[in-house]
């Protein structure tokens, strides 16, 4: 449900577009959870594509700040925070995550 997507790092040129991830916010009985998705964005700036909802190190609040690409475009770096007191960095395949990408239903 887009709508209930927010920010994160800013976006990555990405093929013919651009890339980045956005957060989703889920309350639960024991407490919140913070939700990613990868996003894939056509050149006019629409999100054209997502991935399902996922978390780098468990559930809890994570928030994903900084991506950017190496430089052959193999893997992608993704800086992010844990509960606003742990810094973590991911380093992801930037096939991995073009495989993830499913695009939007029209």
Same mark, same amino acid.
């Given at each position: 449900?887009?709508?209930?997507? $927010?920010? !994160?790092?800013?976006? &990555?040129?990405?093929?013919? /577009? ?12 024991? /407490?919140?959870?913070? &939700? ?5 964005? /056509? ?7 997502? %991935?399902?909802?996922?978390?780098? $190190? !468990? ?6 700040? !900084?991506?950017?690409? %190496? ?5 992608? &770096?993704? %800086?992010? /925070?844990?509960?606003? $007191? ?12 073009? !495989? ?7």
């Amino acid at each position: 449900a887009i709508e209930h997507w $927010r920010g !994160g790092p800013p976006l &990555l040129r990405w093929a013919d /577009g651009w890339l980045s991830l956005v957060h989703e916010v889920c309350e639960t009985g024991q /407490g919140r959870v913070y &939700l990613h998705r990868w996003v894939g964005f /056509g050149p006019d700036g629409a999100a054209t594509a997502a %991935s399902r909802a996922f978390t780098f $190190r !468990g559930r809890g609040i994570e928030y994903a700040a !900084g991506l950017a690409a %190496s430089e052959d475009g193999a893997k992608l &770096l993704v %800086s992010f /925070g844990i509960a606003d $007191r742990e810094a973590w960095l991911a380093r992801v395949p930037a096939a991995a995550v073009a !495989g993830l990408l499913k695009p939007f239903q029209q």
